[in-house]
Structures are given as C-alpha cells and as structure tokens.
C-alpha cells in the first residue's frame, strides 16, 4: 500500500524559477513530515521538515507547505540553482519513539543553467 | 564515528550465492534502519532495530532476507540464495530515536550497498 504518493517523477526547471514538489499521504496518524535531497551515489540527506501544527516552515530558499485537510504538503525550491539538480523525496513518520520513515517514490530535480 | 559506513559498497554476486551487507552505525546513535532502493524507485523499508528492543521486521520481502545487530553497534544484513530482483542499492541509517532527537529529528544515512545480481 502506497502510504506517501509524491509528484512529478521528474523536473526540470530553469536556473533562478521555482521547483514545486508535491506529496500527498492517506495515515492520519502521520505527525511529521520531513524532506530529503539525494545526489547520485550518496544516501539521502535531511533537507527541511514540517509538523501538522503549522502550516509552512522556510529554511533558507527551501519552503515546506502543509495543508492537514487535504493531507498534502509540498516542498518549494525558490531560485532554483544548478546546484539544486538532485531527487527530493517527501517522507512520514507516526508518533512514537519507532520514528520509521515511509517514503514517497522520489522526484528528480534537473536545474538548467 | 562522524557517520553511517557502510561496506562494501559495490558487490556484484552470482544468483543464488547468499550476501552479507554491513553498516557501522553513528556512535551513540540507539536506532538503526535498512531501506532497499531500487533503480528510480523511492525507499523501501525493510527493518529497524532499536536498542534492545525486538526489531521491527515488517518490510522483509522474504524470509531469504534477515538481519541482526550487536548491541547498538553494527548490523548485517543477510540475503540468501540470491535473485535478480534483489539488485538495489541497500540503504543503512541511523538515528538517536524521535524522542530524544526531537523537533529536528531526521536519520542520517550512509551511502549504500549497490548489490548486482547476475
């Protein structure tokens, strides 16, 4: 069962626009919500992350925005960089000391110069 | 040590032949995870220990996979009698536990095993 659906599969953006990631989860029970950066070859990292209790947290050019109603929150790359041209994977975890992430399939961010 | 290691990082084996995957953990670090990755897919979790917790075996595909862990140091990963559709990267992380990590909690993972069966 696909917990965490995320969207597109693959981007591509021009260098200083906006990256718009989307994921959507169907467990109310999910109270954290976190987003990772993958170069290739390396493991994920943690990028920037969001509880239910707010409704956007920014880092930096990287924006999370959630919405509990819809049960979807979505990552923002502003001025996007070449730099950035990594796969972003949105992810959920359930209240507990367990803390195991179910992740979303994973998009690919290109930014062209 | 100053992040997840985990060995080797390439391993190319027969079909059938069994796998032995390792990760060295962050010091300190109680929890650990494996997700299985496969090309242009997202992460597939797989297992979680937690202290001396009995470990989370939920995401095993398959009683040819099984892992242990010493204490809350190092893990292993096995897979028996090999398949093609086991190649993937193999994905070790850790963390200190959501508790005690708090509002920034989030895993730290090493680089993975890329397991090629042929």
């Known amino acids: 069962q696909q917990q965490v659906k995320q969207s597109p599969q693959s981007l591509i953006v021009q260098k200083g626009g906006i990256s718009i990631i989307n994921c959507a989860y169907e467990n109310t029970a999910f109270d954290y919500f976190p987003w990772y950066q993958q170069f290739p070859g390396k493991g994920p990292a943690l990028l920037i992350a969001i509880r239910p209790d707010v409704s956007e947290k920014k880092e930096g050019r990287f924006t999370i925005s959630f919405n509990k109603s819809a049960k979807q929150f979505s990552l923002h790359i502003m001025d996007s960089q070449p730099g950035d041209s990594a796969t972003y994977f949105c992810a959920a975890s359930k209240a507990g000391n367990t803390g195991k992430l179910i992740f979303g399939q994973g998009t690919t961010l290109q930014v062209k110069p | 040590g100053a992040g997840v290691s985990q060995s080797p990082s390439n391993k190319v084996t027969e079909k059938g032949k069994d796998v032995e995957l390792r990760c060295d953990p962050i010091?300190?670090?109680?929890?650990l995870y494996w997700y299985r990755q496969r090309l242009g897919q997202g992460l597939e979790f797989l297992i979680y220990?937690?202290?001396?917790?009995?470990?989370?075996k939920s995401g095993l595909p398959s009683d040819r996979f099984s892992a242990e862990r010493t204490g809350e140091s190092v893990s292993t990963l096995t897979i028996q009698r090999t398949q093609q559709e086991d190649s993937a990267v193999y994905l070790c992380a850790s963390s200190l536990g959501r508790v005690k990590q708090g509002p920034s909690y989030g895993y730290t993972f090493g680089s993975g095993t890329r397991l090629t069966v042929v």
């Open positions: 010091s300190g670090h109680t929890a």
């Open positions: 220990f937690q202290g001396n917790s009995a470990p989370d």
